[in-house]
């Protein structure tokens, strides 16, 4: 299995460009996450999805953030505009099931700077 | 709302040294409470997990007990080594799916 990939593993742009973040999930899991880690506030929660619905959005900070799942296998996060404040590493991370034992897997995470 | 708080970082001890990073949660409902672990430039990794109270989850000589009367999921290593250097993520997993966090402890294992 090759894990939860996300792309790219690093972005740079100018502020107010769009940026977007891609993710592909391990195949058969019904969930997915999107996480946010700054050193200010740690790992948030951004939103997570069920069956390609959004479940819970409401770590989503702001109107310039958005994120869909057209099918089970392809997520994306999309800032636009891009300000320097979104500068971060978002991870992605995927689980089967909703039971409360079952573990979340990451992906390895795309570093955003926003100059 | 469901939080998970840990002893704050940067924790730095010699190999061989014992480890504690306490973690306290407060949820409603019967959450699972996992570890998960961060090495530098990488995404995290789950390090262990405890579904129910008095479960001990345990993995590469790391163990945390869930103990739902103190709520809390401290995780112990005996014989720490400068390979266990990373930061260390307590999380609890609500009956509604959600995964949250804490904020984190920074473990560096010096020779």
């Known amino acids: 299995d090759a894990g939860v990939i996300q792309s790219p593993r690093h972005e740079v742009t100018e502020m107010g460009q769009e940026v977007t973040l891609r993710c592909k999930p391990i195949s058969g899991h019904d969930y997915l996450f999107w996480y946010r880690q700054t050193m200010m506030r740690g790992l948030e929660l951004l939103i997570y999805f069920n069956n390609n619905v959004p479940i819970d959005d409401s770590g989503m900070p702001e109107d310039r953030f958005s994120a869909k799942m057209p099918n089970a296998s392809f997520s994306t996060l999309k800032i636009q505009p891009s300000e320097p404040r979104d500068s971060a590493v978002y991870f992605c991370a995927s689980s089967l099931g909703r039971d409360s034992n079952s573990p979340l897997h990451f992906g390895n995470g795309t570093r955003l700077t926003v100059t | 709302g469901d939080s998970v708080t840990q002893m704050e970082g940067p924790v730095t001890l010699s190999e061989e040294a014992c480890l504690t990073i306490?973690?306290?949660?407060?949820?409603?409902?019967?959450?699972?409470l996992f570890w998960y672990v961060q090495y530098p430039g990488e995404g995290l990794q789950l390090l262990l997990k405890?579904?129910?109270?008095?479960d001990k989850g345990s993995n590469k000589g790391f163990e945390a007990t869930y103990r739902k009367e103190t709520t809390s999921f401290h995780l112990e290593k005996g014989s720490v080594q400068v390979s266990d250097s990373a930061v260390y993520f307590c999380a609890l997993r609500n009956q509604g799916g959600k995964l949250i966090f804490g904020q984190g402890t920074e473990l560096s294992v010096k020779p």
């Open positions: 306490n973690c306290t949660y407060t949820a409603t409902g019967y959450p699972s």
């Open positions: 405890a579904t129910k109270a008095d």
